[in-house]
């Protein structure tokens, strides 16, 4: 039971960070021609086509459809990892499911700028050149820290805020690992 359970969650979180990634790929770049982003853009797609038959005929309304994917990944998580566990599903109300549903997507959000920091970092010390996935971590740290990057110098090719970022992220998570080790495993 306990295998099934972190094949759901797991297997749920994956999904979700794809998704998430998709979303602001599709927020933040023009250019499709990279290769990681036609990689990520050919796993959101295998998912997609399934919802569009259902959701929408259009293929304009993109948008909507990761959104919709991404609110039922978040809000279904939780429920079905209570329904495996428990074997019951009517303890909880709504407002839970909903409390749960935003702090799993807070959650996600800090995972993916956590791994997202810690890539580019690394890929800075080892100085990697011409290469997808670094363009398009420059455009993604560059969203994010576009307005501190000026306040913070580079020291040694690396950018001590970012590190200072991933820090703070790293200490939040093992704080709320340690306060609520059950509920921090669910969501």
Same mark, same amino acid.
């Given at each position: #039971? ?10 749920? +979180?994956?999904? =979700? ?19 990681? %982003?036609?990689?990520? #853009?050919?796993? !959101? ?13 259009? $293929?304009?309304? +993109?948008?909507?459809?990761?959104? %919709?994917?991404?609110? @039922? ?20 109300? =709504? &407002? ?30 080892? &100085?990697?050149?011409?290469?997808? @996935?670094?363009?398009?971590? +420059? ?9 501190? $990057? &000026?306040?913070?110098?580079? !020291? ?19 704080? =709320? ?11």
């Amino acid at each position: #039971m306990i295998t099934i359970i972190c094949f759901y969650k797991h297997l749920i +979180e994956i999904i =979700l960070f794809i998704f998430l990634l998709r979303l602001w790929i599709y927020f933040s770049i023009n250019d499709y021609y990279n290769s990681f %982003v036609r990689y990520i #853009m050919l796993l !959101t797609n295998f998912i997609l086509k399934y919802f569009k038959i259902f959701f929408l005929k259009k $293929k304009k309304n +993109e948008l909507l459809l990761i959104l %919709v994917i991404i609110i @039922l990944l978040l809000f279904l998580k939780y429920p079905i990892l209570i329904l495996i566990q428990d074997k019951n599903l009517f303890f909880y109300k =709504l &407002n839970a499911y909903l409390f749960v549903s935003i702090l799993t997507l807070l959650k996600f959000l800090g995972y993916l700028f956590f791994w997202l920091i810690t890539i580019y970092l690394i890929s800075n010390i080892f &100085n990697f050149k011409n290469n997808d @996935l670094i363009d398009l971590l +420059e455009i993604f740290i560059n969203q994010i820290y576009n307005f501190k $990057k &000026n306040n913070f110098f580079n !020291t040694y090719n690396i950018n001590i805020i970012l590190l200072i970022t991933n820090i703070i992220l790293y200490f939040l998570s093992n704080l =709320l690992i340690d306060l609520f080790p059950q509920f921090w495993f669910l969501i």
